[in-house]
């Protein structure tokens, strides 16, 4: 299947990208939605020095973009941990249309997620209900925390939902999703 991601001719135009963002900038934020790491749920695993070696950067200066992108221009969020990064309305533009392919690859992509809290992140800002909705799936099940487990400083908000409560979400989603099928 070819891998390949939509940039808008728009990108250009929005007045974030004219008026907030340098050329350095402008070049970074295109890196970060098409580099052959990307997803199409706009959250995927990348090093500091993948990003320095793909750009020609050092190391402090991919670190720096990072910094920026994520403090000041608030469009990314990056979980040094887990070394994953999240695109704020990435799927503004890729995840416009549903259909049984798309969910297909979005449950695929979601479930490689380590950091749940991206999901909710980058799913606040899908348009299309149908994908959107599966993003919450994946955000309302998967931060469930054990009674006496301590949450990680990562994760986001957490369900204490008990089991059998997890169980019940669960048969409820299998259910819509049988519905959509």
Same mark, same amino acid.
């Given at each position: ?33 098409? /580099?052959? %790491? ?22 402090? %200066? ?14 990314? =969020?990056? /979980? ?19 259909? =049984? ?55 986001? %908000? ?5 089991? %059998? ?7 409820? =989603? ?8």
């Amino acid at each position: 299947m070819a891998k390949f991601r939509y940039v808008f001719t728009t990108f250009w135009n929005d007045p974030r990208v004219v008026e907030e963002m340098t050329a350095e900038d402008k070049n970074f934020f295109l890196y970060l939605l098409t /580099n052959e %790491s990307t997803t199409q749920i706009g959250i995927y695993q990348i090093t500091k020095k993948q990003i320095a070696f793909d750009m020609g950067y050092s190391m402090e %200066s991919a670190g720096a973009l990072l910094q920026r992108f994520r403090d000041h221009h608030e469009l990314i =969020k990056y /979980n040094e941990d887990t070394r994953e990064i999240a695109i704020k309305n990435c799927g503004k533009y890729n995840l416009n249309r549903g259909g =049984k392919p798309i969910l297909d690859c979005v449950r695929s992509e979601l479930k490689e997620v380590k950091d749940t809290s991206l999901i909710r992140w980058v799913g606040e800002g899908i348009p299309n209900e149908s994908v959107r909705n599966v993003y919450v799936s994946y955000y309302d099940t998967s931060n469930v925390t054990l009674k006496n487990e301590e949450p990680s400083k990562n994760a986001g %908000s957490y369900d204490t939902s008990t089991i %059998s409560g997890q169980k019940e979400k669960e048969n409820k =989603k299998e259910k819509e999703y049988k519905k959509e099928k």
